[in-house]
């Protein structure tokens, strides 16, 4: 076993925001679900991560009851799950030492969000000396308000304001920020070999 699944903040959290109707990727359990399966029958290590802002009153603060699996996701006996703090799933866990004490040397990623959580991650295994597989098609992510907009902006605001940036640029964006300086770009098709 060289290769590991990381599964990023696929998280109920999400799914209490207001925003989470304008996911550019409302499909993402059964694509992560594909991911899961083949890494499961190569034999591959499944690394769960999930996102908490302790004390913090939001969806992320794990005493609201959120910080936990989408409905459809569930870790066998043994795959670990991590609770981070920060937006890479390495600095507040152990999952470099976990990786490491098992020899993995490659990383497939996926998860929520896609340029936050998700290309954080990569961009630091890459740092680290992973070879790391980008899944964009199993990430989700959502439209960016401008960083001048307010932060309380509606679903329909945030469609409003020309500044914001789409999902579809995000994806792209993120895709060329990554492409062959620190991951390579698949999709689930491409990886399990089937369409979904």
């Known amino acids: 076993m060289t290769n590991a699944l990381l599964v990023i903040d696929v998280q109920e959290s999400f799914c209490q925001r207001a925003s989470w109707r304008l996911a550019s990727n409302p499909d993402i359990v059964a694509k992560v679900n594909a991911l899961v399966a083949k890494a499961r029958s190569d034999n591959d290590l499944v690394v769960w991560v999930l996102h908490t802002e302790p004390g913090t009153g939001t969806v992320f603060d794990p005493a609201n009851g959120h910080v936990r699996l989408m409905r459809g996701l569930v870790p066998r006996e043994g795959e670990p799950v991590l609770h981070k703090t920060a937006h890479n799933a390495f600095t507040t866990t152990n999952l470099q030492r976990?990786?490491?004490?098992?020899?993995?040397?490659?990383?497939?990623?996926?998860?929520?969000?896609?340029?936050?959580?998700?290309?954080?991650?990569?961009?630091?295994?890459?740092?680290?000396?992973?070879?790391?597989?980008?899944?964009?098609?199993?990430?989700?992510?959502?439209?960016?308000?401008?960083?001048?907009?307010?932060?309380?902006?509606?679903?329909?605001?945030?469609?409003?304001?020309?500044?914001?940036?789409?999902?579809?640029?995000?994806?792209?964006?993120?895709?060329?920020?990554?492409?062959?300086?620190?991951?390579?770009?698949?999709?689930?098709?491409?990886?399990?070999?089937?369409?979904?």
């Open 98 to 196: 976990l990786l490491t004490a098992r020899g993995i040397r490659e990383l497939t990623v996926s998860g929520i969000r896609t340029e936050q959580c998700c290309e954080t991650t990569a961009r630091i295994a890459s740092d680290l000396g992973f070879d790391v597989t980008f899944v964009t098609d199993a990430t989700a992510t959502e439209p960016l308000r401008h960083w001048t907009a307010p932060a309380d902006m509606t679903p329909e605001q945030l469609l409003a304001d020309p500044r914001t940036l789409s999902v579809e640029d995000v994806i792209t964006r993120t895709e060329y920020a990554l492409a062959g300086r620190f991951a390579t770009i698949r999709t689930v098709a491409e990886l399990t070999g089937a369409e979904h």
